[in-house]
């Protein structure tokens, strides 16, 4: 258990990619998402599988309790109980500035739209902005996963 | 992960006490739950903690799977996450006929209820009716746990 500093951005263009190794194949659903709420996500990661319960968002800081599951749980609650709540994704994490960034890359509905998060250790803690880096969206709820899960980014432009 | 069989009953007189021994304290919230989908659950039983997905009802079939988890993360979780929506009863567990049943003896708001369950390995499996075995509800959506968190026993005759 334990609160969870984000922040979250735009990436403004290609060079963080110089980096970045291989990344990992990233499918999430969601059984149960409201912003007002907690939220209930299921992730399979490469071979892992994850259930992750999030309370709701106050500021940048969340409640947030992960437990590891077997791959094949997550990949059947993916298939039966999501209702189609998901999200595909490769996560690319490394270390830039003295920090490590997670850049996820979204695929399917998604497509076209990469995202670049930090993990602090409190609200206020200050961060060198690398080049690549564009506008914070940690506030804006549209970027939630769970949002996306319901309105992917290739439905924003229609 | 399982398909879970189960018949509950309404439980007509007390001869059951003579069969158990002390039950084990138990309170369960719900961070989701709906008839149609999936239904996520905190569980502290005693000291141990518990976190269950439930596919939609099929019949008296659903698909579960359950984890243990540190039974801090189920206090923080019925406490924060759930918002209300639990249920606290004392279960017995008990051998009775060839089966293993369970009584739950609901408190708090449910008080006076009392509900039996039997796990079966198929929906055709017969077994012998206890003397103290009512009428089954297997099929009243109002005895599911996570209709009574949101309509307690006590609300029903008012």
Partial sequence: ???????KFLVKNDS????VGTGL??????LSSSIDEATVRVRRMGNQ???????????????????PIPVEDAETMLRMLCNGRTVSKVRYRFFCEGFTWEVDEFSGMNEGLVLAEIELE????????????GQEVSHDSRYFN???????FKSWRT
């Fill in 16 to 19: 963080w990619r110089q980096l």
């Fill in 1 to 7: 258990m334990k609160m969870e500093i984000e922040r």
């Fill in 49 to 67: 599988g994850f259930l992750t319960l999030k309370g709701p968002t106050e500021g940048v800081s969340r409640l947030e309790m992960e437990y």
């Fill in 146 to 152: 769970a949002a996306l899960a319901h309105q992917p």
């Fill in 25 to 30: 194949l990233c499918e999430q659903g969601y």
């Fill in 122 to 133: 409190n609200e206020e803690q200050s961060f060198d902005r690398p080049g690549w880096l």
